[in-house]
């Protein structure tokens, strides 16, 4: 049984397994090129994910490993692979990389993101700067910082394609949990995608995304709404994120409410630095949230 697609020219897919409600049907890990290869998101720490990887390589040379993010589906297999093919791990920075002030200090709180988990001990072997090209072979990337899911989160673009790691999906919205991920530099990496004229996305989880505008277009209409749907709850008085995530997220399952509510916080933590909603006893998922005195 044949563990890799062939989704273009010089690009195949292997799908890791790991699926559960946060990463869909599992991580997806590309190769790009032929003779000289990258590969994007080798996934979690995975034996039989590795040998699939290693399998469909073969005798090409690996000339880097790149990674969208560090979390622990997506990043922790990339040292184990650059010790079997001799190729540098690239990415933004480590875990804690990336992140905005207002970030470092919920962090300092100890406030953990959830979600799928950080890599803690995830550090590249090189650092990329936002918009360096990668080389090798026949093909460039352009590495393109797009916090938000993650502070160290990038987004690769190979021609008219980018791979969008966690920021776009077909499938799901992406989780914006702080203090590892960031509503207010979520919506900007969004916006900037916006003016990339891509063909196809290739994301993290679930299949290709075909229609690349149209969907993040949707996503910022999405968040968008969410944060409209905050404020009007918040209209008639102060009001805690259980509340907020019950009395929005009506139609949603359970056992993502978890997840659901992460988001919301996402969203109050933006809203609280442009001034529209204060917390009392300062910024805190256990905090209760009013609507800003205008």
Same mark, same amino acid.
């Given at each position: 049984?044949?563990?890799?697609? !062939? ?57 880097? *490993? +790149? ?9 922790? +297999? ?16 480590? =875990?804690?990389? #990336? ?11 100890? *406030? !953990? #993101? ?28 352009? @590495? ?27 499938? @799901? ?11 207010? @530099?979520?919506?900007? =990496? ?13 994301? #993290?989880?679930?299949?290709? *995304?075909?229609?690349?505008? !149209? ?55 933006? +809203? ?23």
């Amino acid at each position: 049984m044949t563990h890799v697609t !062939s989704l273009a020219q010089d690009l195949r897919l292997i799908c890791a397994d790991n699926p559960s409600p946060m990463t869909g049907e599992g991580t997806n890990s590309y190769i790009l090129g032929r003779k000289q290869v990258c590969v994007i998101d080798p996934g979690p720490n995975d034996p039989t994910h590795l040998a699939r990887l290693l399998d469909a390589i073969g005798p090409d040379r690996v000339a880097c *490993i +790149l990674v969208t993010h560090s979390h622990k589906d997506h990043s922790p +297999l990339a040292p184990l692979l650059g010790q079997a093919t001799g190729a540098p791990v690239l990415a933004f920075g480590d =875990s804690r990389a #990336g992140q905005s002030e207002v970030m470092q200090a919920l962090a300092a709180q100890g *406030i !953990s #993101g959830g979600g799928e988990g950080v890599d803690p001990d995830f550090k590249p072997d090189l650092c990329l700067r936002d918009n360096e090209v990668v080389a090798f072979g026949d093909h460039r990337l352009i @590495a393109l910082w797009t916090p938000g899911h993650m502070g160290n989160h990038m987004c690769f673009q190979w021609g008219d394609v980018v791979f969008t790691g966690d920021h776009v999906m077909g499938w @799901a919205p992406s989780l914006v949990s702080p203090p590892d991920g960031d509503m207010s @530099a979520y919506m900007a =990496s969004l916006a900037r995608l916006t003016k990339i004229n891509a063909r196809v996305m290739y994301a #993290g989880h679930g299949a290709a *995304i075909e229609h690349p505008q !149209s969907r993040v277009a949707e996503l910022l209409a999405h968040r968008n709404a969410r944060e409209t749907a905050i404020l009007a709850e918040l209209a008639p008085g102060p009001a805690t994120i259980p509340a907020l995530t019950d009395r929005i997220y009506t139609d949603l399952a359970p056992t993502l409410h978890k997840a659901a509510a992460r988001n919301v916080f996402a969203h109050l933590v933006d +809203l609280h630095t442009r001034g529209r909603v204060s917390a009392n006893q300062g910024l805190h998922p256990l905090a209760e949230f009013t609507l800003s005195q205008s």
